[in-house]
């Protein structure tokens, strides 16, 4: 079964950083990309970036570009997504997800990780 | 980059009613759109891709039609537990984007 399991939620204070985790299994990690969604509280679903763990080829949304960074350790199967120094803006659910079509980015996504709720507050 | 507008926001249905969104590109995209199913709590759920193709277990009342500009999903008879929000999605370019969403409640 191809799985995407996120890592768990996180309550952290502005200025704080953070590196949340998306652990691929069921599929050849290697060979997908591996996607970014946020979902701030009672709103949309916005693509953040994604990743190609196979070489690290990596594409944000102008939106996230230097706000967050997208990365892969293909050792062990996993794709994070981390902040240098968090905002109260970024408290969102995160969801890592993996696009249906073997090597390609633009491809729909299916499947999705749990999410994994981050809150920052002082 | 490419804005999807979806319409309505929100939408108030009965069971058994014939139920149609909207989604709309700001340029031409093809086929390449996706519909998602999202409740409360859940991860989205692929329901189409490429517009009109229905993803393996999604039940048949649900289809996707267009291609350009225009996309719609329908939902041809709405059952208790289509009741949820619904979202598009381009993936013709990066980035790829969503439209904003549209909730179907319970009339």
């Known amino acids: 079964e191809v799985q995407l399991v996120q890592s768990g939620a996180e309550v952290k204070k502005p200025g704080e950083s953070l590196k949340i985790s998306c652990k691929g299994s069921g599929y050849s990690f290697t060979s997908y990309w591996i996607g970014w969604v946020r979902q701030m509280p009672g709103k949309g679903l916005e693509w953040m970036g994604i990743i190609y763990p196979g070489d690290s080829d990596t594409r944000y949304s102008p939106s996230f570009q230097g706000q967050v960074t997208i990365s892969a350790d293909k050792s062990i199967s996993t794709a994070y997504l981390q902040w240098s120094s968090l905002k109260a803006s970024d408290t969102a659910m995160y969801y890592c997800?993996?696009?249906?079509?073997?090597?390609?980015?633009?491809?729909?996504?299916?499947?999705w990780g749990q999410g994994t709720l981050v809150t920052v507050s002082s | 980059d490419i804005q999807m507008t979806q319409s309505p926001s929100t939408l108030s249905a009965s069971v058994g009613d014939r139920v149609t969104i909207t989604c709309r590109a700001s340029q031409s995209i093809s086929r390449w759109l996706a519909w998602y199913q999202q409740k409360p709590g859940k991860a989205p759920k692929l329901l189409i891709y490429?517009?009109?193709s229905l993803e393996s277990g999604v039940p048949s009342r649900f289809s996707g039609s267009g291609s350009g500009t225009e996309f719609t999903l329908t939902i041809s008879s709405l059952q208790p537990d289509d009741f949820a929000n619904y979202h598009c999605q381009q993936y013709n370019s990066y980035p790829v984007t969503f439209g904003q969403g549209t909730k179907v409640e319970i009339k």
């Open positions: 490429k517009a009109s």
């Open positions: 997800a993996r696009p249906r079509s073997l090597g390609t980015g633009t491809s729909p996504f299916d499947p």
